[in-house]
C-alpha cells in the first residue's frame, strides 16, 4: 500500500522489473576468423517493465515527478 499525500492509505500492486543482463560468448570457431582470441557480447537494461494498478506518480520515486528512464546498453568485448 502508499500513502497518499493526504494521509489516506492507498493499496497498490506492483510488479516491476527493475534490470536484467544477457551475455553471450561467441564461439572459438567464429572468433578465430576475425582474428581474436575471445569475443563476447552483453545486453543490459534497467527499468525494463513496470505492471501496477496505481496511475498516480511512481511510489518508489516520491523524489521526483518524473518518471524514472528505462536505458538500454549492448557492448561487444573483444579480446586480441
Not at 40 to 51: E, R
Amino acid at each position: 500500500s502508499f500513502v497518499g499525500s493526504d494521509g489516506a492509505t492507498i493499496p497498490v500492486k506492483l510488479l516491476r522489473m527493475n534490470s536484467i543482463s544477457l551475455g553471450y560468448v561467441l564461439p572459438e570457431a567464429w572468433v578465430k576468423k576475425i582474428k581474436l582470441k575471445g569475443a563476447s557480447v552483453v545486453a543490459s537494461s534497467n527499468n525494463v517493465f513496470k505492471i501496477s494498478n496505481y496511475r498516480g506518480l511512481d511510489p518508489q520515486n516520491s523524489s521526483s515527478h518524473t518518471p524514472a528512464l528505462r536505458t538500454i546498453n549492448l557492448s561487444l568485448n573483444c579480446n586480441f
